[in-house]
């Protein structure tokens, strides 16, 4: 089966942005993922898919729907463009099973079973390491609960750590004390990300890997925030990680389908 993650920025809500990132553009980039199972992370606004209309070209396209409100607390989310989100799970195959999960008394995630693969999606905390990393510790013990084929994708916000040099770059002491002087919120996060730490607590706890072993970028920084930056990819954020007895094939960053994210995709197969 073909998966794919994509963050699409909450724009399959009418944002009111023209001519980049309309819930138009982004049915019409699904349609070119083709994918068979889709996470999408920041998906939408609305209160429920009755209210989105984007649903409905979503289902015209042949896919079984799964909400998932993030149910943040409001109160530590006053600086986001939106204070909440949902992940949609999308899939054109059966959910034989489906749950929602609270990694970290934070943020909800969610669990699938399609064709006797799990897929888990995850969308962590975007400001802080020691966040994810308690996220993580659920997140371990969620994927200790069985030993099915397993696919864990979506927006991890946590970047691989030493090997990797956008990570070494940004923990370089004059690029965090310039981080102090301009793009503030936008630096400090990234630095933060940059730690290594989260990806290496769920690489030491599970046998899972980065389906993507070069750790290509997936984002920019042309985000709602600064539309006049560059659409040019710098860090990898999005991420699917495997288990052993996951055949992968085919991973691919698409091009710029206009969100701050790039969707990643993969073919995917039981060994």
Known sequence: MKIASWNVEGRLSDTGDVGRGTPAHIIDSITKLNADVLLLAEAHSADSLDDLPASKQLRDLGYELRNVPYDDDLATRENVYNKQLSLVFASRLPVDRFEIVKLGDLRNSLVAVVNGIRFIGIHLDDRREETRIRQMHDLVKVIKKSDMPTVIMGDFNAMHGEDIWPARFLRLKPVRLL?????????????????????????????????????????????????????????????????????????????????????????????
């Open 179 to 271: 981080s102090k002087l301009t793009f503030t919120t936008i630096a400090g996060r990234a630095i933060e990300m940059a730690r290594g730490e989260a990806i290496k607590y769920l690489e030491d706890n599970t046998n899972l890997t980065d389906a993507d072993p070069k750790h290509r970028p997936t984002t920019t920084p042309k985000v709602r925030e600064t539309p006049w930056l560059p659409s040019v990819r710098l860090i990898q954020i999005d991420h699917i990680f495997i288990s052993p007895d996951i055949k992968i094939s085919n991973f691919t960053i698409s091009p710029d389908y206009g969100a701050d994210h790039r969707a990643i995709s993969a073919e995917i197969s039981t060994r």
